[in-house]
């Protein structure tokens, strides 16, 4: 890879209003319009061909599940191996493509999403994973583009990292690809994250296997095409749905394995590590393996908060997109001073959401992404309803005769290690624990240490002595930590994301740190004028 191609600074992407009579508004309600009237069949994209498949798994509206969009056909065995051999086959053609050319694609893609694709991924993200529009505007076309351009930009910073050069010399760091092919296994949550699991290797020169989540498998596919219009070779990203394990097994026991990149549960990005670790002698290189996984994302107010501003950020750091972004706000830690204030002014704002189908607009919230999600929330909400050391403040309910829909939901605790502070629900329940104000430092090892994540978490206090406390204190227990602000909401190129702990490895997806798991650099030194006598000076007589 070299740097010879450099291109602007890049900037954000402006989040568009969708206003009523906005030209963005009438163009995504006649998109969401006609993606309900058709069913999109979800093919394997293998070389470029689409491979149908006698096993189907449909893809529903959670907020009407009666409404299909279409179905996934689950790859087979001998499309699994053939997305593979794609991938390996593709691998020389595209590691020799100059940054520049690998770029031009991505640079491209960028410029369709916010332009004529925009409407299209917004609208099968809202559709299938039940956003509404603001949610998949900042995600499906916002964080999408920034990852698309931003990674460019940031392989070009990479590619001009060059060690020195001594008189007689060169020294080149060579940014090759790994060897091999990468394995990305998205979640259902973003759509930007599913893109950018896939194109972040592939700038860099790999090929790449996609197994998307089914939930999200109808934007992921549209993105597909996208990359596709947008003129990415054939056999650079295959798009391999299917069932998770069966793919997942048969593609672990490649030996051309380079790297899997792979956001999801904690449980999953274990399995997959696991069985990496028993197939480890038969793989040509060790692989590197990039995972963002679980939280319990924290907000922790001290006694000098405002308490406006800190009930803002509880409800939209807990309950936007249901509560099902990994860095939503879990668990919260409320002097009891500052409780009553807050507590009245979350619920007055509670009661006033509105829920239901995203295309309307006036909702805030839709339904949570499957069946299989609902169940286990409303368990613990079930649960929670019969446990006397908690307390219902908000919500608690959860209604699936038309969509899977939780109710917004505020849950007081007495026992700070309750299993409602410490596991993650991934849907819309915010656990509360009231502390006495002198307590503080307390509080601050028991957030550190009540969950096993480390993903997000924020501090609210206008006590800069406060503060620089909680920094310090919790600087291993988020690897994205906010002062005043909501945990959630990470923009691409200003807080790279991800965290420790079992929250993944932290490799901070929207920066050159993750970029570079995805290079094997090869140090190249050329002598100009080599010696032409073995002896040194002090070896004269
Ligand atoms: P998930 O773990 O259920 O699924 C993720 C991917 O793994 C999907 O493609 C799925 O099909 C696949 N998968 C499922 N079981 C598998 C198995 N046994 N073997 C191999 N692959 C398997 O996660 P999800 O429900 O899609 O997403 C929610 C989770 O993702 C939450 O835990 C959330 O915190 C996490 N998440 C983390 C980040 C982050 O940056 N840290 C971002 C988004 C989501």
Redesign the pocket.
Known sequence: MSANNLHPKTTNETVLAYAPGSAERTALIAELAAQQTRQVDIHAVVNGERIASGSHTDVCAPHAHARKLGRVHNAEAATIHASIDAAVAAQRDWANASLAERSAVFLRAADLLAGPWRARLNAATMLGQGKTCYQAEIDAACELIDFLRFNVQFAHEIANGQPLSSPGMRNHLEYRPLEGFVYA??????TA?GGNLAIAPALMGNTVVW????TASLSNYLFMELLEAAGLPQGVINFLPGD??AV?GAVLARPELAGIHF????A?FD??WGEVGRNVSRYRSYPRLVG????KDFVLAHASADAGTLAVALLRGAFEYQGQK?SAASRAYIPASLWPEVRDRLVAMVETIRMGDVTDFTNFMGAVIDRRAFDRIAGHLQRAAADSGVKLVAGGRADDSVGYFIAPTVLEVSDPRHTLMET?L?GPVLSVYVYADEHWPEVLSLVDGTSPYA?TGAVFATDRAAIAQASDALRYAAGNFYINDKPTGAVVGQQP???ARR??TNDK?GSPLNLLRWVSPRTVKETFVPPADYRYPHMAA
């Open positions: 296994v998205t979640p259902f949550n973003f994250i197994k998307p989540a089914a998770p394990v997942s956001t999801g549960s904690t999953v399995t997959l963002e996984t679980g939280g990994c993650e991934f993903l994301f991800g965290g929250s993944g997806a």
